[in-house]
């Protein structure tokens, strides 16, 4: 089923205001255990930045920036302004990451549109809520994201290929390394289109600004900051940025 929700939650507060409530929410409910991944992470961190960043890193902890990524994505895919299909595929996503994979601290190949990402990420910088600490993580992790770019350019715009690239954070060729699920977002320059595609794995985006969503060849909608899509396995959908760059979080149970 397509969902697409308006720009504004219900009850009329806006998606940022949603976030932020179930962000202390959730923090409420769910105090990190002495032995979760959370914690285990935090104390990896104690360890000199530098010498973790220089290692390939594996061991069961998690640093602290991918952990920080990872719970405020949650709490952002656990927004009402997402469908309920979008939040189920996302639990189930989250709950994977209950534990953690492999940590590959090592350079990446960059891609011109990664250039953008600091116009992308600065409105939400500042911001104490998850949006801001998506943003933070990010720029954190900048450095060891694991970048692609999708090489099939069918119904692309021209400027596609040099236009956009896909950070992968957990998943395959990912910050964390695992093949169970990917976590990660797509970063594009102004005005790219992203080609129709489809994936037999299921996928839930948020988007951290604006732009806009396709899906079965439909009209092109613009659900806002906060809000996203849901793709059941196999639909063919798109993606574009208007005169700002877009940046969409994803996910997916692979
Ligand atoms: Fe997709």
Redesign the pocket.
């Known amino acids: 089923m397509i969902f697409l929700s308006n720009g504004d939650g219900p009850a009329g507060y806006t998606a940022r205001e949603a976030a932020r409530t179930n962000y202390a929410n959730i923090n409420a409910r769910a105090p990190r255990s002495a032995g979760s991944p959370a914690t285990l992470g935090r104390r990896a961190c104690t360890v000199p930045q530098r010498l973790v960043m220089a290692m390939d890193i594996r061991s069961h902890s998690r640093p602290r920036e991918i952990q920080d990524f990872i719970d405020a994505a949650r709490v952002l895919f656990a927004a009402e302004t997402l469908s309920k299909e979008a939040r189920t595929l996302a639990i189930q996503v989250f709950a994977l990451l209950e534990r953690p994979g492999a940590f590959r601290y090592e350079t990446r190949e960059r891609f011109p549109a990664c250039d953008w990402l600091d116009q992308a990420l600065e409105p939400h910088l500042s911001a104490s809520d998850p949006f801001g600490q998506v943003a933070r993580s990010i720029k954190a992790l900048e450095p060891y994201i694991g970048w692609s770019r999708r090489m099939t350019v069918a119904n692309a715009s021209e400027n596609f290929l040099e236009g956009h690239a896909n950070g992968t954070i957990c998943g395959p060729g990912g910050t964390e390394e695992r093949s169970d699920l990917q976590l990660g977002f797509t970063i594009m320059k102004p005005d790219v289109r992203y080609p129709d595609?489809?994936?037999p794995p299921e996928?839930a985006?948020v988007l951290m600004t604006a732009g806009q969503f396709r899906k079965d060849r439909g009209p092109w909608l613009s659900p806002g900051i906060g809000c996203g899509i849901h793709?059941i396995p196999g639909a063919i959908?798109a993606v574009r940025s208007d005169d700002n760059p877009f940046l969409a979080l994803?996910c997916?149970k692979v």
Do not use: D, K
């Open positions: 595609h489809g994936h996928e985006y793709n959908h994803w997916l």
